[in-house]
């Protein structure tokens, strides 16, 4: 498939999860890394940056930031090890938060249209001991991605309390609100009142 198919295809996959999950009524997903890229990218401990395909936060609670990863495949490719990379992201830039603002209290979600590896596994996708083999691995690989910095084994079950895993099959999109619709919704619920 070439380049610019597949940018299409992954372009209509977050325009129909950022659909999907705004019509939940409590997430709005304002940016999106293909017209704002500035704001779906943030900084990790070794100094790199990584881009999300979109960013937002809740409605409700303490309107946490929410980064989510898309995956819009039709087999499970090669998701399992993308996943340990998303965790090891999710893990850095919450170590870069805390350590340049004291706290980072972010949510990470893997949105995926297939799922991947053992069923049996699926229940400990976003455990601490799944976070904290995915960065024994990528320590293996590159010893600096932490920049320096140990595993911390407390942190890694934060980031896995803080990462969830959504698989959204296609026909989930008939059942979604439309964009009027989820005006109406919202001004009835009224969660996108001002906070101060």
Known sequence: MPAEAVQEQGRRGVQMVKRWLEATTFIELQWNVYENT???TIPLLNGSRKRWDLAGYF??????????????YSSAGD???????????????TAR????????????????????????????????????SALEAALEEDG???????????????????????VFNRK????????????????????KESTL
């Open 172 to 191: 989930q999109a008939r059942l979604s609100l439309e964009r009027h619709e989820l005006d109406l919704a919202l001004a009835a619920l009224k969660r």
């Open 97 to 132: 938060g805390i350590r340049d603002v004291g706290e980072e209290n972010a949510e990470f979600l893997w949105v995926t249209t297939h799922p991947f590896g053992s069923m049996t596994q699926w229940s400990k996708l976003a455990t601490r001991e799944t976070v904290v």
């Open 38 to 40: 500035r704001y779906c």
């Open 59 to 72: 409605l409700t609670g303490d309107r946490q930031a929410v980064f989510v990863e898309n995956k819009d």
């Open 144 to 166: 600096d991605f932490l920049g320096g910095a140990p595993i911390d084994p407390d942190l890694a079950a934060v980031v896995a309390e803080r990462t969830w895993v959504l």
């Open 79 to 93: 998701q399992p090890n993308q996943f340990r990379e998303f965790l090891v992201n999710c893990y850095s830039a």
